[in-house]
């Protein structure tokens, strides 16, 4: 499928074809947009090295001078590192069309680019939902739709508390996403371990998780399918404090006018401050961890075929 307008790497597409484990990584959490330098690089290097320690191949999607790239070599990993315009699914064929330098793609982008090269799972931190009075702003990412759509299983630690998290479950309901929490009863929150809204279903092993995307299959079902893992122990945010942060961030960007694609990464930057760092370590934690679940996805996929 390699073209002037996407390109697999050659360790990604040899992977696929010796039916080796591949898991995807969108690139706006190492972008600026995600993550603050020098974190940014801690992430990619420790999301990275947790997929390789289970011998599965890393394909980071981007676009790099307007191609849609599945596999970034580590020689190019400052391009990704560095001031992107961040890349919706919709955004893609834009950012193609106008070659745009450097495109961090979201959760959505990377969903299509995935399932297009063949990748049946994608690892990230938190997903976009549900922004909180989105029936006022209509303000609901297009990641939701993404995570229907396409035929790949995604790795989450939820979705971050500042938005509408009974909504984006709802909606998750409303799309038919199977919501899966992995050694959890309740939807986690992202950098906070513990929430408090029930999860339709729980897994506690990678064999049933596995057990459920077969069955999924079989029944010929092409959406994808959502797996929530908590934030490790040590490195998760009290949830009282990480509420009150919330909304004095969100006050903050409603008072600046902030909307749309602009959200997300104000609030980020707002949380990391206020917790002077705590929010960053924990997200580079949680990215790792769900890595690392992700990994052993792909690995028994495989095994089991
Ligand atoms: N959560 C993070 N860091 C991020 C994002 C989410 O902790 O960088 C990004 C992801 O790429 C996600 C996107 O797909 O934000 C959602 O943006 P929006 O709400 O504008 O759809
Ligand atoms: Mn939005």
């Known amino acids: 499928m ?38 940014n690089l801690e992430a990619l290097q420790r999301c990275t090295t947790a997929l390789r320690s289970y011998g599965v191949v890393p394909a980071i999607t981007a676009v790099l001078d307007g191609v849609a790239r ?24 834009l950012a193609i069309a106008q070659r745009w330098a450097v495109g961090a793609t979201t959760v959505s982008s990377s969903l299509l680019l995935a399932a297009k090269a063949g990748v049946r799972v994608f690892s990230t931190g938190g997903i976009g939902g549900v922004h909180r009075g989105a029936e006022i702003s209509g303000d609901i990412s297009s990641d939701l739709g993404a995570i229907a759509q396409h035929h790949v299983v995604t790795v989450c630690a ?19 996403v199977p919501v899966i929490g992995f050694g959890c009863d309740f939807f986690p929150e992202f950098t906070v371990r513990e929430g408090d809204i029930p999860i339709p279903a729980r ?84 990215a790792e961890n769900n890595a690392r679940i992700a990994a052993q996805l792909a690995v028994e996929l495989l095994r089991t075929q």
């Open 70 to 93: 599945v596999g970034i070599d580590e020689s190019e990993w400052s391009l990704i590192l560095g001031p992107a315009k961040k890349v919706g699914e919709r955004e893609l064929g």
């Open 203 to 286: 897994v506690d092993t990678i064999e049933e998780l596995a057990n459920i995307v077969r069955a999924n299959d079989a029944l010929g079902r092409l959406g994808g399918l959502l797996t929530c893992v908590p934030v490790p122990e040590k490195d998760g945010l009290f949830k009282l404090f990480m509420d009150d942060v919330t909304e004095v961030a969100i006050k903050d960007a409603t008072a600046r006018g902030i909307t749309g694609a602009a959200v997300t990464p104000h609030i980020l930057k707002f949380i990391a401050r206020a917790t002077e760092d705590a929010s960053v370590r924990a997200n580079l934690s949680l």
């Open 2 to 39: 390699n073209s002037s307008q996407i390109r697999v790497s050659d360790e990604v597409r040899s992977a696929l074809s010796q039916h080796k484990p591949v898991v995807a990584l969108e690139s706006t959490i190492f972008s600026n947009l995600g993550l603050p330098s020098p974190a």
């Open 158 to 176: 939820g979705a971050k508390s500042f938005l509408d998290l009974p909504r984006t479950l709802e909606y998750l309901e409303t799309l038919s």
